[in-house]
């Protein structure tokens, strides 16, 4: 028999999303916080810039709704971008109420306000951080006071498989019933049960050779949700971050965007600069006119990368303004103040995702998504810098309100079926496994990545269909692993990432096609929105904020 646990809550994911919410969910409830790896193991853990809010009296909310619109290339939702700006005061000051340490303006005064930064896009002083490691700082606050909450029940190295649904066992009205979750320790699959579940499983940009994100950014919850009969929207939108260190160890290691802004320069192998013939601004130009620069005499001259230098300036000045960059290169034998650096482009924030309301709830009746996994319209086309993690707090918020709201009365936990190993056998070829992952992060790079074409994205499709059909018989014969079940996600967001980038027939924001290299005008902006076979119209109108467009 199938292990069971049962839980009025279970949430998959312990970033800035899931401990937000596990944390102002009510003490009445029992929560099962679980997370693929270690607890601090996401995205938010990395983050460095910090977090965007209107705390500063000459700033305003209409301010900050405009900046995010701009970004967004026409596709913010104006009534989700203002709930979101309207509620970043309330979702600061928990924080700080927790115990936060955001850095304070230097003026030797301890109770002086604190400091804010400007990033790309902000026409305020708008981002509240930590020094520069803030979601290290927020995530080790917020896990400390998960672990001093005793209805807060935490599962680590445990990786949720499939959603259980009540049509996945013909019975009528669709809702979420629970999960099978494969305990990485054990070997063994177990069911968890729960009255709500929350997908807060983060983004999806491991499906890209090249990415700025941690390991367990495989798109869990896009797939599963699209499995279980969700709505995905937007997928064609990958934001990329310009440079990346490009060595074989160096896994994710983000280069900040500040060397550029003190001077630094792109540079081919031979030594040239190239951005002045691209943009003005040259390499001060906007991120993603970088990075598509960056990517275009890459593919064109088949580089493995470019070289950023700022070597020309003294070596006191870039000790002392970029210590972590400077002892983590060198630790990779780049000498930063001698040499020039290598750096790619790489995946760095999925704006699309599942399709949820303002309380974070999806299509099916029981199963929230929030944070990146999520799709609420914040972002539209391109998302500004620092707004993702205040989009993890106020939406994990509002769905703990959601949750607040509603009585444990009613509350049933059918039998489900246990799962099924009968017939399958340990693979005896995991190098399959291994070559399919490659294979599939590389030609998501080559034919999906920042510069697309029609014909890149069809020789794609059928790419990831071959591999669909490959995974599918081996995942039926073989036990479950880690790499299998992240694999099996990969192929599926991959899929829903090129079939939205090929319905969409026009460049904007963070998608280029030099087949339709600028914006459709002829018809108002449209979001993408992908409807799984199994879908199922909810009974209750959870989608009213959805905007109508296909
Ligand atoms: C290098 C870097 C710098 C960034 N800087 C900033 C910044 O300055 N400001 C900003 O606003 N944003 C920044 N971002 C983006 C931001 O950090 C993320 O969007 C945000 O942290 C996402 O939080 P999350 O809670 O949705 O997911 P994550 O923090 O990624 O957490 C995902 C969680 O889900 C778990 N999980 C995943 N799949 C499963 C599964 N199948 N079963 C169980 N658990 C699962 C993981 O183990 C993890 O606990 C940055 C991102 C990166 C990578």
Redo the contacts with the bound molecule.
């Keep these: 028999m199938t292990p069971t646990h049962k839980y009025d809550v279970v949430i998959?994911?312990?970033?800035?999303?899931?401990l937000t919410l596990a944390l102002q969910l009510d003490p009445k409830f029992q929560i099962a916080l679980?997370?693929?790896?270690k607890?601090h193991?996401?995205?938010?853990?990395?983050?460095?810039?910090?977090?965007?809010a209107v705390l500063d009296p000459s700033d305003s909310v209409d301010s900050h709704i405009s900046d995010t619109q701009n970004a967004g290339a026409g596709l913010c939702k104006e009534s989700i971008v203002r709930y979101v700006a309207e509620h970043s005061k309330e979702q600061i000051d928990w924080l700080i109420k927790l115990g936060v340490p955001f850095t304070h303006v230097e003026d030797g005064n301890e109770q002086s306000a604190y400091h804010l930064t400007r990033e790309g896009g902000h026409s305020h002083r708008r981002v509240i951080h930590c020094k520069d490691a803030?979601?290290h700082a927020l995530s080790k606050t917020l896990i400390e006071r998960v672990k001093e909450r005793s209805n807060i029940h935490i599962f680590e190295n445990?990786?949720?498989i499939d959603l259980i649904t009540s049509a996945k066992l013909h019975q009528l009205p669709q809702r979420v019933l629970g999960a099978y979750?494969h305990n990485k320790e054990t070997g063994r699959t177990e069911t968890f049960q729960a009255r709500s579940i929350v997908l807060?499983?983060?983004?999806a940009s491991k499906v890209y050779l090249y990415t700025?994100?941690?390991d367990?950014?495989?798109g869990?919850?896009i797939a599963m949700a699209w499995r279980a009969g969700c709505r995905i929207a937007n997928m064609e939108f990958i934001q990329f971050h310009p440079t990346c260190l490009y060595h074989p160890h160096a896994k994710?290691y983000?280069i900040s965007e500040a060397i550029r802004g003190e001077g630094g320069k792109l540079l081919l192998p031979d030594g040239t600069r190239f951005m002045e013939k691209v943009d003005p601004r040259a390499e001060l130009a906007p991120r993603d006119i970088v990075a598509r620069a960056i990517d275009h005499e890459m593919k064109k001259r088949g580089l493995d990368c470019v070289y950023l230098d700022i070597s020309f300036k003294p070596e006191l000045f870039i000790k002392s303004h970029f210590p972590t960059i400077y002892h983590r290169c060198l630790k990779f034998g780049y000498d930063m103040t001698k040499d020039p650096i290598p750096v790619v482009p790489a995946a760095?924030?999925t704006c699309g995702g599942i399709i949820t309301n303002k309380h974070g709830q999806t299509d099916i009746d029981g199963l929230y998504a929030?944070?990146?996994?999520a799709w609420t319209g914040m972002h539209g086309a391109n998302r500004m810098?620092?707004?993702?993690?205040?989009e993890?707090l106020v939406f994990g918020a509002a769905a703990a309100n959601h949750m607040n709201s509603q009585s444990l009365a009613d509350c049933t936990f059918p039998a489900l079926p246990d799962w099924d190993e009968s017939r399958v056998t340990d693979s005896d070829e995991e190098i399959v496994v291994a070559h399919n992952w490659d294979e599939l992060r590389r030609f998501m790079w080559d034919y999906v990545g920042i510069v697309r074409t029609n014909k890149r994205l069809e020789r794609a499709l059928r790419r990831v269909n071959v591999l669909s059909r490959e995974i599918f018989d081996y995942y039926s014969n073989f036990r479950v692993t880690n790499d299998l079940?992240e694999l099996r996600n990969l192929v599926d967001v991959a899929e829903l990432i090129i079939r939205s980038a090929m319905l969409r027939k026009e460049s904007r924001g963070l998608h280029y096609t030099l087949d339709y290299p600028e914006p459709d005008q002829t018809k108002p902006p449209q979001d993408t929105i992908l409807t799984p076979p199994n879908y199922l119209e909810p009974e209750t109108n959870t989608s009213e904020d959805v905007s109508a467009s296909a």
């Design positions: 998959f994911g312990a970033g800035a999303a899931g679980i997370s693929k790896g607890l193991a996401g995205s938010t853990w990395y983050a460095q810039g910090g977090i965007s803030t979601g445990q990786i949720a979750v807060a499983s983060g983004g700025s994100n941690p367990v950014s495989t869990d919850g994710s983000l760095h924030y929030i944070g990146e996994t810098a620092s707004n993702s993690l205040l993890c079940i």
